[in-house]
């Protein structure tokens, strides 16, 4: 680990001005900057501690809820409002990391981390995040657990939230401020695909502080599950993930929410999907058809290709369950 300067900001402003620090970066819970900086991958000049700033507080109000960004993520889903509200968050959030790093990651933090494999780790690897230009050695190695959507040969690597996938399938915002005043991101664009900067993952701004998620009210949103496919039972990033919400009224798909995780450098809402089933009869064949219009547009790299398949039928059983 390099050196730096550590820097403990009391309040919102001070911290935004240390930010503007060429190389400075935000301190929240640190589950995944420190280890990266142990890693020797990343190398801030300044971490700006931000744990002390006011920003820990979930609040209903009557048209949805407002987590704060340093929340922590095993305090969000216990919350009861996110328990009766938003079980799809809860169930999510549940699903990721270890109960050791859901105490001490934020729900920043989660919404911050790097999208990243196993050739972004090795740092003798050839990797665009790690130094643009470089190449992907993912591309014609062992690539099992990677994108196969939304990927261009610059990176593969497909995104590891869970909890991101729920806020995308409930329509949340991010809210973030700078100096140059407060604006508001759908979680839909606040993460990038990679096209020619796989290193840009974010529309933040370097200077900008998440300071608020925003989940609006869903009225079937306790019509819902997070189905979560890995390799063991704990602390293993998803194959794929399905977020799904479902309404149905006399057999018919009144509304509908659904979000895909695992195979994309993205949480990956599915719209196409989600035109398809609205107004169309509840079955297992709306669900197929809906589930492989989603997914015509994947490709697979050679160890990957199962998770095509294994994304329509996610989606598929995920749906008839809630049917």
């Excluded at 403990?8 to 911290?15: I, K, M």
């Excluded at 971490?47 to 929340?71: H, K, M, Q, W």
């Excluded at 989600?274 to 669900?287: N, Q």
């Excluded at 994304?311 to 369950?321: E, P, S, Y």
């Amino acid at each position: 680990m390099r050196t730096f300067v550590y820097v403990s900001a009391p309040d919102v402003p001070t911290a935004i001005q240390a930010v503007t620090t060429p190389g400075a970066k935000f301190l929240g819970g640190g589950t995944n900057l420190v280890d990266l900086m142990r890693q020797d991958i990343e190398h801030p000049t300044t971490v700006v501690d931000i744990t002390r700033l006011p920003l820990s507080e979930v609040r209903a109000y009557e048209n949805g809820v407002r987590i704060g960004a340093l929340v922590r993520n095993s305090h969000l889903a216990a919350h009861p409002v996110i328990r009766s509200s938003y079980p799809l968050l809860s169930q999510a959030i549940l699903h990721g990391a270890s109960a050791q790093l859901r105490n001490m990651a934020t729900v920043g933090g989660n919404l911050m981390q790097r999208t990243r494999c196993l050739y972004f780790y090795d740092t003798t690897a050839a990797c665009n995040k790690r130094q643009p230009g470089s190449g992907c050695d993912a591309l014609d190695g062992f690539n099992r657990n990677h994108a196969v959507l939304g990927t261009t040969d610059t990176c593969i690597a497909s995104h590891p939230s869970d909890m991101c996938v729920a806020l995308a399938a409930l329509d949340a915002t991010v809210e973030v401020e700078s100096t140059r005043g407060v604006r508001r991101i759908p979680v839909t664009e606040f993460h990038r695909l990679p096209g020619d900067t796989p290193h840009v993952e974010t529309a933040l701004a370097p200077d900008e502080l998440i300071t608020a998620v925003d989940v609006p009210a869903l009225p079937f949103a306790a019509t819902c599950r997070y189905r979560k496919v890995r390799d063991r039972a704990s602390y293993a990033f998803a194959l794929v993930s399905v977020a799904a919400a479902l309404q149905v009224v006399d057999g018919v798909v009144a509304d509908v929410r659904l979000a895909l995780g695992g195979v994309a450098a993205k949480p990956w809402r599915a719209y196409v999907a989600e035109e398809l089933l609205r107004g169309a009869p509840a079955t297992v064949e709306t669900f197929r058809r809906a589930a492989e219009a989603e997914l015509a547009p994947a490709v697979g790299r050679g160890h990957n290709d199962f998770k095509i398949e294994l994304a329509r039928r996610t989606i598929v059983a995920t749906l008839g369950g809630l049917a």
